[in-house]
């Protein structure tokens, strides 16, 4: 059974930082496209950043030398590491997972090509 779960969400200043965690389980981990959504209230989920199985790195335009996702083969674990937070990046975060035996570019095939995603944990930035 695949399970995905994030933490780290919570509350913090325009300009502040948060580190997402999110822990897989239930398939190799190695072996999927990882990616990070968000949604905001009243707008579409899009992606946020993805990592391949080179360790290659997407990042929408509005995130870019602000966040960092990485992962942890050993931990099962993928991080995104928020930094200079703005009150526009408030929103759930999700994580989600293509399995492919090597990924490439699961960033850009986007939300429909997930094949499981966790619950969410909520991101809130004041100004």
């Known amino acids: 059974q695949v399970e995905l779960v994030e933490s780290g969400g919570g509350s913090v200043q325009a300009g502040g ?19 990070w959504f968000r949604q905001a ?6 992606a946020v950043a993805g990592i391949d199985s080179d360790t290659s790195e997407s990042y929408t335009d509005s995130v870019k030398d602000r966040f960092t996702i990485s992962k942890d083969n050993a931990k ?15 929103a759930i975060y999700y994580c989600a997972a293509e399995l492919v035996a090597f990924c490439r570019g699961g960033f850009a ?16 930035v004041s100004s």
């Open 76 to 90: 099962n674990t993928l991080y995104l590491q928020m930094d200079n937070l703005k009150p526009e990046d408030t």
């Open 109 to 124: 095939r986007g939300a429909n090509a997930m094949d499981y995603w966790g619950k969410g944990t909520q991101v809130t």
């Open 17 to 35: 930082s948060l580190r997402l965690s999110c822990v897989a389980s239930g398939y190799a981990f190695n072996m999927a496209c990882m990616v």
């Open 41 to 46: 209230p009243g707008k579409e989920r899009e």
